[in-house]
């Protein structure tokens, strides 16, 4: 500088970020708007939705031939008495099922990876009810890059139900199998008790896992039920000891079922309570003891046990003696035939002699009003000591 130059002052304006890299990683770590989330959700749901549609069609043979397995040569619901076995079978096929049903999910894995194969499918490749599916996927993957997404990270059940979904779909759409696929039981005069159990023509039926769900090919044949029992088991009602108290472990309670044979020959059978505790097996033991045909098959005994554990609106009080009792402050008189009794409180309760007293109650029974009248009315005609 030369002496006496006045010194000046330079202010430089700051340079401004130019780097690509780093106003790339500025717009990634924006957060993601509501928009962005409702757009990935959309396009994953639907991408999985049409990678699940087009594994079933894969399995489809596979799986129809073992549905006409089931309808032609192992027919769920046959009308013998064969014991043996029974129907442990259905085991084993829905065990076929799954390998069948992996296979074809590994084969999606390999062959649509990630959303951006399933993106690429031409329409010919898909359902036609999954084309406008695709043509929205295709949309929605404008707005968010969640392309890359692989199918393999999703949980494998899911993926599973999904299939079986498309696939029973596509059974309820085959002029074939769709005559086969039932809402409800099989059989006539279905009655229903609460939401797992029902009864028919064909035997006692509890609710099972759909096939939706895994229940098997199987469950498509008795809308989601299986048969626990050859022969119809309907719950009767409730019984107790009679006492003041209803809740005490000396009242002995028990279930009571009215058990109906194919040919229409029905009997009266009770099952103390505690029999059901647990794995049920003492109540499955009495069933069989009395000639009811159970279904001989691990999960049909706990289905059928749960079954069994249907409370009835209807109560049976069993009185210790004949005669006079009072009943919530109205008299009722117990005969060892049946029960006289006024308007009752509850109508759905009925009042018998307990069979545990027998015949040694000193009332009986016998004789017709005309041989009343003649052998003993007559007689005694005058006799003020005498009081019928």
């Known amino acids: 500088m030369r002496k006496g130059a006045s010194k000046t002052t330079e202010t430089k304006a700051p340079k401004r970020a130019t780097d ?5 990683a500025s717009r990634q770590l924006r957060p993601r708007s509501a928009a962005d989330i409702a757009n990935e959700q959309t396009a994953e749901q639907l991408a999985i939705r049409i990678w699940a549609a087009v594994v079933s069609r894969k399995v489809l043979d596979s799986m129809a031939a073992l549905f006409d397995e089931l309808i032609h040569e192992k027919y769920l619901i046959d009308d013998d008495d064969e014991e043996g076995d029974d129907e442990s079978w259905v085991d084993d096929q829905c065990k076929r099922e799954r390998r069948v049903l992996d296979e074809g999910i590994k084969c999606g894995f390999d062959n649509y990876p990630n959303i951006d194969a399933i993106n690429r499918l031409p329409p010919s490749d898909l359902p036609k009810d999954l084309v406008p599916d695709a043509e929205q996927l295709s949309a929605v993957l404008k707005k968010c890059a969640i392309g890359s997404t692989r199918f393999e990270q999703k949980p494998h059940e899911q993926l599973a139900r999904l299939v079986r979904i498309a696939l029973k ?8 199998y769709r005559v086969h696929v039932r809402e409800d039981v099989p059989g006539l005069d279905i009655k229903s008790y609460g939401s797992r159990g029902r009864t028919s023509s064909k035997g006692t039926f509890a609710r099972s896992e759909g096939f939706e769900n895994g229940g098997g090919l199987a469950a498509l044949l008795s809308g989601g039920w299986i048969r626990v029992a050859k022969d119809r088991i309907d719950p009767h009602a409730w019984s107790h000891e009679f006492a003041p108290e209803r809740k005490t472990e000396n009242k002995h309670w028990r279930h009571c079922f009215v058990i109906t044979e194919r040919d229409g020959r029905r009997s009266f059978l009770e099952i103390p309570r505690q029999a059901l505790a647990g794995t049920g097996k003492p109540a499955i ?11 001989r098959r691990d999960a049909a005994n706990k289905a059928l046990v749960r079954f069994l554990g249907f409370k009835p609106r209807r109560e049976i009080v069993r009185m210790p003696r004949p005669g006079w009792a009072e009943i919530d402050g109205r008299w009722i008189f117990v005969r060892p035939d049946e029960t006289i009794i006024g308007t009752p409180k ?11 007293v ?14 009343w009248a003649a052998e003993v009315a007559e007689p005694l005609r005058g006799n003020s000591n005498v009081t019928l």
């Open 346 to 356: 509850r109508r759905d309760t009925t009042y018998i002699l307990d069979a545990a």
């Open 285 to 295: 033991s009495l069933l069989m003891k009395a000639g009811v045909h159970v279904v």
């Open 20 to 24: 690509p890299a780093g106003q790339s």
């Open 358 to 371: 027998g015949r040694h109650h000193g009332l009986h029974v016998a004789g017709t009003t005309e041989e």
């Open 169 to 176: 779909e596509r059974f309820e759409k085959d002029a074939k």
